[in-house]
């Protein structure tokens, strides 16, 4: 089984400053995803990358996948409350495999 | 359109019972994916299906059994619970058979207590 590590694995921050969490394994994936989970609910995705090297932004968010494809980083800029919540990254190896979980970063963000 | 829904969404049981949880997945979506989510484990694969066979399983003993309907709804089975048991199961949906597509859409979950 190949396993995602995350870290940090707890994240205290104070509203608006930045963060970096990361996403690393030994393994290559074709696909990688991560999401945002708050309490009581269910993940929601945030975003898949596919390429080694891709840069994708969601307004204040913003992810890379390794050039190998082992790894990726999630940054936030200026994070707000609302940011906070359990970050999930998974990985596939290939198309059509189920993705494998990594153990998320609980992110807080204080007012 | 609707997300994916599954009841109920708390259930208490007790050791050496047995529970059928419930997932209905958005519309279209032909795969429905389980998992359990433990603070300890994390979010593990159980299961997932595709019109109504199962596609891919993961490693859980036999008592975690499930099937999916020709609506698509899927049910998850699990007998003879365990203390160990108790977790969040949720239940993803997908389009899954189109190339590049496997974003999974996560429904709230069935929060499992075993006493």
């Known amino acids: 089984t190949q396993l995602l590590e995350q870290s940090p694995q707890f994240l205290s921050i104070q509203e608006g400053e930045n963060l970096t969490v990361y996403c690393n394994s030994s393994?290559?994936?074709?696909?990688l995803q991560w999401y945002r989970q708050e309490p009581g609910e269910g993940p929601v995705l945030l975003v898949t990358?596919?390429?080694?090297?891709e840069v994708k932004k969601l307004k204040r968010l913003t992810f890379q996948f390794g050039d190998a494809r082992k790894d990726s980083s999630l940054h936030i800029t200026a994070a707000q409350p609302g940011d906070t919540g359990l970050y999930l990254c998974a990985g596939a190896h290939n198309y059509g495999q189920n993705f494998v979980f990594g153990p998320g970063t609980r992110l807080s963000v204080l007012p | 359109k609707a997300g994916v829904t599954q009841t109920p969404r708390y259930l208490i049981k007790t050791r050496g019972q047995q529970v059928t949880l419930s997932c209905s997945p958005i519309?279209?979506?032909?795969?429905v994916s389980w998992y359990q989510q433990t603070p300890g484990q994390g979010l593990q694969f159980l299961f997932e299906?595709?019109?109504?066979?199962?596609?891919n399983k993961g490693n859980f003993p036999g008592r975690f059994s499930g099937r999916q309907f020709s609506n698509s709804r899927s049910e998850m089975n699990v007998s003879t619970l365990e203390l160990g048991d108790s977790a969040l199961y949720l239940c993803?949906?997908?389009?899954?058979?189109?190339?590049?597509?496997?974003?999974?859409?996560f429904g709230p979950g069935t929060r499992l207590t075993v006493l």
């Open positions: 393994s290559v994936f074709s696909s």
């Open positions: 519309s279209g979506h032909r795969s």
């Open positions: 299906y595709f019109s109504e066979t199962q596609r």
């Open positions: 993803a949906s997908s389009y899954r058979d189109r190339v590049g597509s496997a974003e999974q859409f």
């Open positions: 990358v596919v390429t080694g090297g």
